[in-house]
């Protein structure tokens, strides 16, 4: 069994920055690829970023290329999202999940989600 805790969220003005933080409890997450997804009340979970189990492999939305880095600290057993140029658009919940080796897109190829984190970006 896998915990994720997701941290770092809060309220932030449009332009501004956020990093968020997925920490793991449980020996799998070191072998696993990490994802973010993001979702408002009333929607569908949307995919933000992942990254492989080695932290060599990133893919993310068209919608966050250029504005969010994913990346892993084996040393704290955590995936970060630092998030920068944020915009209104990117107010949700998000939540880490880990599962496979692969940074899928797909939600339902990862097994263990975190509770997710309140990002709010005001204008």
């Known amino acids: 069994q896998v915990q994720l805790v997701e941290s770092g969220g809060g309220l932030v003005q449009a332009g501004g920055s956020l990093r968020l933080s997925c920490t793991a409890s449980?020996?799998?997450?070191?072998?696993?690829?990490v994802g973010w997804f993001r979702q408002a009340p009333g929607k569908e979970r949307e995919f933000v970023a992942a990254?492989?189990?080695?932290?060599?492999?990133?893919n993310y939305a068209d919608s966050v290329k250029g504005r969010f880095t994913i990346s892993r600290d084996g040393a704290k057993n955590s995936v970060d999202l630092q998030m920068t140029g944020l915009n209104p658009g990117d107010t949700d919940v998000y939540y880490c999940a880990t599962g496979g080796t692969v940074p899928y897109e797909d939600s339902q190829q990862y097994r263990y989600w975190g509770q997710g984190t309140q990002v709010i970006v005001s204008t």
């Open positions: 449980g020996r799998t997450f070191v072998t696993t690829a």
């Open positions: 990254v492989d189990w080695r932290g060599r492999l990133e």
